[in-house]
């Protein structure tokens, strides 16, 4: 279960425009951090942005704001710069393009979420390790205690970033192209091709004998299980 | 044909850290491109870096450098601060899931395009209605011409941005998990679940009576086209 709590919209997660695609809850936050598997992170660098796609994980307990991890070479710019600084991180899911009539209301379904923070370095060992758990268990669950877990000298490699989830909204928009009333007959198709991510087949690797296990298994079946969403 | 000159790396485009996975040419930015459907634009409003979804299109005519359009409300926050400013663009595949026998040599299959740029805000009326078909194009080939086009009421509320393919930095992964040698004889099964994004059957709006047309068909086929990249 994750929390209910609102969330607060500061200035910048205040939706502007389009306001009814604003998910306002913890619950809805959740379900596209959940639902995903890569963010962009965006972090300023000598006054520029710099985005880049990375993984995450997160820890969504009841009755708290709930914690994403990023991690990343101790030696990445996006990481080394990241502390200290606010950082902007982006999960989105594309679902269908719309398309309508006119090209003015042609669109996008999706669902987004963006998350503003000052990130925490983790130099706690057990927060760290518990932090790059998240991060493999969120792309494959259960992958984390099926691996050789990170030695003393590749966790010093390796810097993780925590940040609280307390700033942050989420945009959806879902269903069929809406064309003004004067276009209504205009002779020109108008739907919604839906998108998803789909995973394949898993691809054992060439220098491994045995057998796919279950959690892969059981992840590429859920990646590939049919949600048209639209 | 895409263009073939190589691309600049200016201090933020070279890449520091696993430089065997950097494409160096454009024929390699433009494949990233032509594959995409969305990005991730990043501005800096308030010192605060801002990373939105968002479609674009592009021109890559042979023998220049090429232009990426984006396109938003002139209400929109991204956009209004866009103009003056150096934004970063960033294009991302997710090919694949890399599951190593050691938690630290997991990864990700991808390919992915940062470019950066001053952007121009386009004011001219003509190459206005030109990028904003590039993007309609660039999600579906053919759509711009089977739609209503938008009225000079519409082009008012829609700011387009053009930014030049000078700066940019391309980077993939592809291919199997890589442990290191003390690890192989590991019993954890070691390989990669390919992920890629489909197309489901287009729906036809409710209020719609006409066949899916052909442009759809193919863009629909196209997309769920079996290609594993691994």
Known sequence: MTTTTPLSPTDRTKLRREKERAAIDRAALAEVLLAGMFCHLGVVIDGAPLV?????????????????????????????????????V???????????????????????????????????????????????????????????????????????????????????RAGAANDDEEDLDLPYWTGVIPLRVVAEEPITNP???????????????QLSAAVVTG
């Open 90 to 172: 982006t999960v989105t899911h594309a679902d269908g393009l719309v398309l309508a009539r006119s090209a003015f209301h042609h669109s996008v379904n999706y669902r987004s979420a963006v998350i503003f923070g000052l990130p925490r370095l983790v130099t706690d060992p057990d927060e760290k390790l518990h932090g790059l758990n998240r991060i493999v268990d969120h792309l494959v669950p259960g992958r984390s205690t099926a691996v050789r877990p990170p030695s003393r000298k590749e966790l010093a490699k390796t810097s993780v970033l925590a940040l609280d989830l307390t700033e942050a909204s989420v945009k959806t």
């Open 207 to 221: 220098d491994c004998t045995l057998a796919i296990p279950t959690h892969i298994r059981n992840r590429a079946d």
């Open 52 to 88: 880049l796609p990375t993984a995450y994980g997160v820890d969504l307990d009841e009755g708290a704001d709930g914690t994403l991890y990023l991690h990343g070479s101790v030696a990445a710019r996006s990481v080394v710069a990241s502390p200290g600084q606010t950082i902007c």
